[in-house]
């Protein structure tokens, strides 16, 4: 594990130790495979690290280079290129989505609009809809389904996070704005990944990128889950098929990669001359905009590991620390604007812009949902702990 800089950067180098030491006990107790961070304070990295298996089975270890499937990661990419749209004009946060899309207006949709979208409050199919995978990896396919559906709660009524379906009807919507033609994974190369320099992020999985793609496996089995390990793998199936558009959840990333699009994120919008964002876009989208409602999705959790209903805490396409205690994807320890995203079992990301930092974690051999939350916040207070100025 790399750790520079620290004293000046304002962090105990003995207590930052601990980060690593979790991550090496997951890897060697088989709770994952293997793991890579990034840590940075001001853009300067703190901790850069990787540890275990790309492939398990295989006796791959991993390294730097490795490919990760996002998982819902890949929602952040979407939302962001939504709200950059939203920031030139082209898309209203409270237009109905029929508007665009008039087809959709129907069985109660009427009134869907980009924000409900946004903040999983507009009522869609919140589980993984049971149709064919060459529907479920086609925005124009999906969307004709999607468009046939009666809602599961009225928009704004309540959080029921949608896993798949909401987001394929943003991309649809950020096409019918402003595609030009275009495929949707050529839109999110052109307005994101190229400016930012995410050279090896895409949707889908791009030609000679399968021998660096770390398996979608799962590290768990037996347990309650929200998700069965056998669901969760599918995914990785659905990344090899060509043609792959899955904006919810099939992208592939980086360690280096989504350490960029954090620290852009960190940054107020912009990452080396490239501007995605505007501060007071990221200002707005890091509140919680869905007050003290409860995540209902996330009901299953909460019973079958016996914790409290707590606040969904979302904000504008971010998930955001808010006040309490919560289990997630921050610590107790990080600052109530924190915000950021994460993804089925494995992977995450988060902002603190009261402390200027940024945190990208990626990782194989797939934990239960609720042990990645619980991972993920044990290693955000690791990291907050560690800094004494």
Known sequence: MKQENLPELGFDAERLARVGEAIERDVEAGRCHGAALIVARRGRAVVDLVAGYADKSAGRR??????????????????????????????????????????????????????HLLTHTSGVMSAIPQVPPEVLTSIDKLLAYACTLPLESLPGERVNYSILLAHSLIAAVCLRAAGKGRSYAQMLEDELFRPLAMRDTSLGLRKGAVERLCPVRAAYGGIPALLPAEAIEGVGALLAMPGCELPGGGCVTTIGDLHRFAEMLRRGGELDGARILSPAMLEFCSRNHTGQLRNVLFDAISGYRRWEFYPANIGMGFFVRGEGVIPGLFGVLNSPRTFGGFGAGSTGFWIDPERELSLAFLSAGLMEDSYHFERMGVLSDLVLSSMVR
């Open 62 to 115: 991993l390294g730097r280079e490795a490919i990760f499937a996002t998982m819902s990661v890949a929602k952040q990419f979407t939302n962001v290129l939504a709200l950059s749209l939203v920031e030139r004009g082209e898309l209203r946060l409270h237009q109905p989505i029929a508007d665009l899309i008039p087809e959709f207006g129907t069985l109660g949709k009427e009134k869907v609009n980009l924000h």
